[in-house]
């Protein structure tokens, strides 16, 4: 009753305008009224149609949504992190054969029984600054000699 009252007041004062109300106004009004039955909303006086009422309510849950969605936040939302052991069981073999790519290593560690992705496993290679396959396994002179020094010292020896 008292609100009604109030509403009566405030109406005639405005004399004709309406009402504006700031998001705070809003958001407690929302979320004062929205558990409200619409039939019982209806009795109510209200400044606002009830409909309006429930959008702002719908707008303020959508809202808060948006800001525990948003990437960057402490909560960390998406996909959860690489546990560290499988990111060890994708270097190890990357460092240990230069020639083989994220493909290759997928497929070794599938051979494990280790379950990942292969776009996994190349995240986590250009993470760590692993170049492609590729570009790693160009040789260059000097490293086919001295991986060749054996052979060719022996074969200088014998002649």
Known sequence: M????S???LERQLGGERARFAPGDRAFLATLLHRLPRGVLRQVRLLV???TVLRWH?????RRHAARSRPGRP???GRPRTVCSVRVLVLR???ENPGWGYRRVHGELLVLGVRVA???V???LKGVGIDPASERSSSTWAGFLRSQADALVASVCRA
């Open 93 to 95: 073999p990357a460092r």
């Open 58 to 62: 719908r707008d303020l849950l959508a």
């Open 7 to 9: 509403s009566l007041v």
């Open 49 to 51: 149609h009830p409909d």
């Open 122 to 124: 190349w995240q986590i």
């Open 2 to 5: 008292i609100c009604a009252i």
């Open 75 to 77: 909560g960390r939302p």
């Open 118 to 120: 292969a776009s996994t």
